[in-house]
């Protein structure tokens, strides 16, 4: 397999790596990594991987990436439709090589438990429509660039409206804390505070938010008014 991405790499206009195990190296590249996995151009968040750092296909572009494991089926199409009609000019990559149409934003947008963050209303649990899925159950929302819950799964749903915390399989470090035991489904806390915040959060701002959230939670904050 080896043989033949290396034969072909070299040959075609364009090189699409979908999924974890593609662009990054997924789970198969947790640490110690005897297979010695990795992807494409990348492995985790260090740029190189097998066809190097400096790779770029016919077309000038370097590997377009389509992380997630798996890959949100609307990212692949569109992607690969925009490539065969002549447009993927128009798509913009992010540092990552990821089309900044899907992973500009974060999974928690669009989420429908957003007023359950803001309140930091954490009653969630597993398969319930109320309640924030961060402050307990180790959701990775706010820190994950994805579409997840603007192009949602067969035009229905996500994880996060599902109940099911989502786990950052978008980004280079997934999984996270190298699926250990205790720290899947299980936000990790140090005197109550989450060792993990928001993408451009930091402890001393998050303490005071949660405090004035909490005391200007109204009633209804707790409840669920979604329905799927």
């Known amino acids: 397999m080896k043989d033949w991405l290396n034969d072909l790499s070299k040959v075609a206009n364009f090189v699409v790596a979908v999924g974890d195990c593609a662009t990054w190296g997924g789970i198969p590249a947790m640490s110690p990594n005897p297979s010695e996995s990795q992807g494409l151009q990348f492995l985790k968040r260090q740029k190189g991987g097998f066809l190097g750092k ?18 949100h089926p609307d ?8 490539i065969a009609t002549g447009r993927i000019s128009d798509i913009s990559l992010d540092e990552l090589h990821r089309p900044e149409t899907f992973f500009k934003s974060f999974t928690q947008t ?13 009653t969630a649990e597993f398969g319930q429509r109320k309640g924030c899925l961060f402050y307990d159950l180790g959701c990775r929302g706010p820190m994950t660039h994805s579409s997840c819950n603007r192009i949602l799964w067969n035009r229905v749903s996500s994880k996060t409206r599902a109940g099911m915390p989502c786990i950052g399989c978008t980004e ?3 999984p996270f804390h190298d699926l250990k035991p205790g720290t899947v489904f299980k936000t990790q806390t140090v005197m109550g505070v989450p060792k993990e915040l ?3 959060v930091n402890k001393k701002n998050y ?7 909490k005391d200007s939670m109204p ?4 409840e669920d008014f979604f329905t799927v």
Not at 219 to 222: F, L, N, R, V
Request: hydrophobic fraction near 50%; charged fraction near 10%; aromatic fraction near 10%.
């Open 54 to 71: 400096d790779f770029h296909s016919l077309s000038g572009l370097p590997v377009i990436n389509i992380p997630g494991c798996p890959a």
């Open 75 to 82: 990212w692949i199409t569109q992607i690969l439709v925009a």
């Open 110 to 122: 669009g989420c429908t438990r957003n007023v359950h963050f803001a309140y930091k209303a954490s």
């Open 172 to 174: 280079p470090e997934f």
């Open 198 to 200: 928001p993408t451009g």
């Open 207 to 213: 303490a005071l938010l949660t405090m004035v959230a």
């Open 219 to 222: 009633a209804w904050a707790e």
